[in-house]
């Protein structure tokens, strides 16, 4: 599952603004081009800011003082990514709805979807199931990453692993508790 094309133009156009607002206020390196304006991305770059913003989120109030004239809509947006939930999760299984992010740290079960291509299509080639380290955003009715998935290539899940996060998945499954919203 992903967003609409326009939705999905429509998270870059609030996300990319908020992170050279950051760059330009909490930046190690004031001199960086604007996200916004840039047709190739650095992700590193990108990386350092968004997690700035994950680290403290009071930045996105200090944001939303200085574009008062944003609509509504897009302000209530970038405000519940006060929300968001970083961690290192484990990625179960892809679903036709989403897919299955199981955090490390408490075991907390969430459908997430792709912005413009599926975690499925992005991980292709990775064996499943696999550790990532993630921040999960809402995004109207639906949990989005912020697109900076960073996967753990290098650390094989091993069969009683991989076994304990599939009971992890079923008994969430079977308990309704899987988390579809921030």
Same mark, same amino acid.
């Given at each position: 599952?992903?967003?609409?094309?326009?939705?999905?133009?429509?998270?870059?156009?609030?996300?990319?603004?908020?992170?050279?607002?950051?760059?330009?206020?909490? %930046? $190690?390196?004031?001199?960086?081009?604007?996200?916004?304006?840039? !047709?190739?991305?650095?992700?590193?770059?990108?990386?350092?800011?968004?997690?700035?913003?994950?680290?403290?989120?009071?930045?996105?109030?200090?944001? +939303?003082? /200085?574009?008062?004239?944003?609509?509504?809509?897009?302000? @209530?947006?970038?405000?519940?990514?006060? $929300? /968001?939930?970083?961690?290192?999760?484990?990625?179960? $299984?892809?679903? @036709?709805?989403?897919?299955?992010?199981?955090?490390?740290?408490?075991?907390?079960?969430?459908?997430?979807?792709?912005?413009?291509?599926?975690?499925?299509?992005?991980?292709?080639?990775?064996?499943?199931?696999?550790?990532?380290?993630?921040?999960? +955003?809402?995004?109207?009715?639906?949990?989005?990453?912020?697109? +900076?998935?960073?996967?753990?290539?290098?650390?094989?899940?091993? %069969?009683?692993?991989? $076994?304990?996060? !599939?009971?992890?998945?079923?008994?969430?499954?079977?308990?309704?508790?899987?988390? @579809?919203?921030?």
């Amino acid at each position: 599952m992903v967003l609409s094309e326009k939705d999905g133009e429509l998270f870059y156009e609030l996300w990319l603004p908020l992170l050279d607002y950051c760059n330009q206020n909490y %930046g $190690r390196k004031k001199n960086v081009k604007k996200m916004s304006e840039e !047709k190739e991305l650095n992700p590193q770059e990108v990386k350092a800011a968004a997690d700035m913003v994950w680290e403290n989120v009071s930045i996105i109030d200090e944001y +939303l003082k /200085c574009h008062k004239d944003m609509p509504d809509e897009h302000q @209530k947006i970038i405000s519940g990514w006060k $929300r /968001c939930v970083t961690d290192h999760f484990i990625i179960e $299984r892809y679903l @036709k709805k989403g897919s299955v992010f199981i955090s490390m740290s408490n075991e907390n079960v969430y459908l997430v979807g792709g912005i413009i291509s599926s975690i499925e299509e992005m991980f292709y080639p990775y064996r499943m199931p696999m550790i990532v380290e993630a921040t999960l +955003l809402p995004f109207r009715d639906q949990i989005i990453t912020d697109g +900076l998935i960073v996967p753990y290539s290098n650390f094989l899940i091993g %069969g009683n692993m991989a $076994r304990d996060y !599939k009971e992890i998945y079923m008994e969430a499954k079977l308990e309704k508790q899987i988390i @579809k919203t921030l």
